[in-house]
Each structure stands twice: as C-alpha cells, then as structure tokens.
C-alpha cells in the first residue's frame, strides 16, 4: 500500500515527531549536517542545555538558548499544516512531539503532546508566574520575575523528568492508533524514543531525511523531506 492508500484508510492517526518536522520551517535541527551539534562551541550544546549547567552557569544558559532555541520568527511548514487538517478532518488523534517551539499549535493543532515542553511557557522559580517567549527574547542576562527570582523556561533540559502527564496522554495516544507515523528524528533522545513501542495498530510509517534505527521494523519508509511528502497528501476536509 502507498502512503496515500494507508492514511486514507487510517482513522485513528497519531504523528511523533520531532525537530526534523521543524527544518523547513527554518529551524535548524540538532543531528544533521547542518546541526546544532555540529557547529563549534566550546561547551557542547548538550552540556549547555543540561539542568546543572541551567544552574550553575544561568547567565551563560540564557545567552545560548536566546541565540539559539527561541526562532520566534517561524512560521509552521506543510507538515504542520497538515496534521492540523487531519485533527479538524478527525483522522487524527493526536500529535506527540519533542519539538518546543509550538508550530504544531500555531498551524492549529489542538491535541499535542510536548514531550519537551514549550518555549512559550516560562516561569518565576520563586512565585510561579508565567512569562511568554517575547520576555524571554527581550531580556538581558539572567530574565528575573517582578519578585526577584529567576525564570526558566518550561522545557525539558537534560537531566529533568518528563512531564507525567504528558507522557501518559501522549503513551494513550499511541496505543489507540490505527497508524502510527514518525518522523523527523533521530530516535536518540531517551526516553521519548522508546515510545513507538507503546504502538499496537496496523501500519507504523517512517518519514525521515536520513536512516534511523526503526526503518528496518517500519511498514513503510519515505526517506525524504517530512512537509513535501506530507504536503502533498490529501486534506481530507472537502467532506466537512
Ligand atoms: P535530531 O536533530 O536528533 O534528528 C533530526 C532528524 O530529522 C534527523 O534524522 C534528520 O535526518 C531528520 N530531518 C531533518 N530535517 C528533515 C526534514 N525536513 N524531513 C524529514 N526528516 C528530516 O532531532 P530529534 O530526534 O528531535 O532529537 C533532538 C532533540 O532536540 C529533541 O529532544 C528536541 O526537543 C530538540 N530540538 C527541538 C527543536 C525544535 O523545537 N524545533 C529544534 C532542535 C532540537
């Protein structure tokens, strides 16, 4: 069956992806060629993006994550775009995702699961308070709530738990559907990697530029671009 066939005879879709889902969106992942790990720093981006180094070198945290993981500029790509159709065309259950930049919910995606949190959440360590992104991005140094104390972001930096919630909601999704498709990961950051294997249905589909680890096990394999080939799948809302 092509790609087409099994998403049209899917009723419970469920999409985990992760930061290659991005990368048209001009975001740039952490794995490939041009990946932020690939870039030279003198502290590896996982270091910096790691809970004791939050704490112990907040300034210099703020800088890398200012600089690097807050691309407020972007626009949601075709993939975004088409898994929130499907959602609207009820053919989708939900979207797991490891991305924190929030272009699932901006393209209009309801049910998502961020596995990693959102940069669009941040909080005062000392009173709670929320604060959106663009404090983030227009403050200085170490960004500090009205109260004095330090704000972090609501992403999940190496070295913290997931969100039980949200790993609940999203292990639930993925064991109702019908179809599972994955794409735009490495399949290297535990224990989001791990799970697929809460998967029970039919067909589980793999969208990804490069091999992974899970290409031999897949029903189907599209090695490409994740917004072309979603892109060019159909709608499914004419009948609404
Ligand atoms: P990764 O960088 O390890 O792997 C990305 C994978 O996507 C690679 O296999 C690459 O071949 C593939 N890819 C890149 N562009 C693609 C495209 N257009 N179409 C299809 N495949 C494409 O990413 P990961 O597995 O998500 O793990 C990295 C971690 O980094 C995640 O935990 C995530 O939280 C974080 N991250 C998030 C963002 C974001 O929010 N946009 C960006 C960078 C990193």
């Known amino acids: 069956m092509t790609l087409k ?79 929130a159709e499907w959602e609207h065309a009820g053919k989708l259950l939900a979207v797991v995702t490891q991305n924190i930049d929030g272009l699932h919910q901006a393209a209009g995606s309801k049910r998502v699961f961020e596995l990693h949190g959102s940069i669009h959440r941040n909080y005062c360590t000392s009173c709670g308070k929320f604060y959106p992104a663009q404090f983030i ?47 735009g990961t490495s399949l290297t950051v535990y224990p989001a990697a791990g799970f697929i294997d809460y998967f029970r249905g039919e067909n589980l589909i793999l969208i990804n530029r490069d091999e992974t680890p899970l290409d031999a096990s897949c029903t189907l394999v599209v090695h490409g671009k994740v917004g072309e080939v979603l892109g060019a799948l159909p709608s499914f809302t004419e009948n609404l």
């Open 5 to 83: 066939e099994i998403v049209e005879k899917s009723r419970r879709i469920v999409f985990f992806g992760g930061a290659g889902v991005s990368t048209e969106s001009g975001i740039p992942d952490f794995r490939s060629a041009d990946g932020l790990y690939r870039q030279k720093y003198s502290v590896p981006p996982e270091t910096m993006l790691s809970a004791p180094y939050f704490h112990a070198h907040t300034e210099e945290f703020f800088s890398f994550y200012r600089e690097k993981m807050l691309p407020l500029w972007a626009k949601p790509n075709a993939a975004h775009i088409k898994l």
């Open 137 to 183: 991005a227009e403050s200085t140094g170490v960004p500090r709530c009205g109260c004095g104390g330090v704000i972090k972001p609501d992403v999940v930096l190496y070295g913290e738990q997931l969100d039980p919630d949200t790993v609940n909601g999203a292990l639930a999704a993925i064991a109702a559907a019908d179809t599972l498709i994955v794409a």
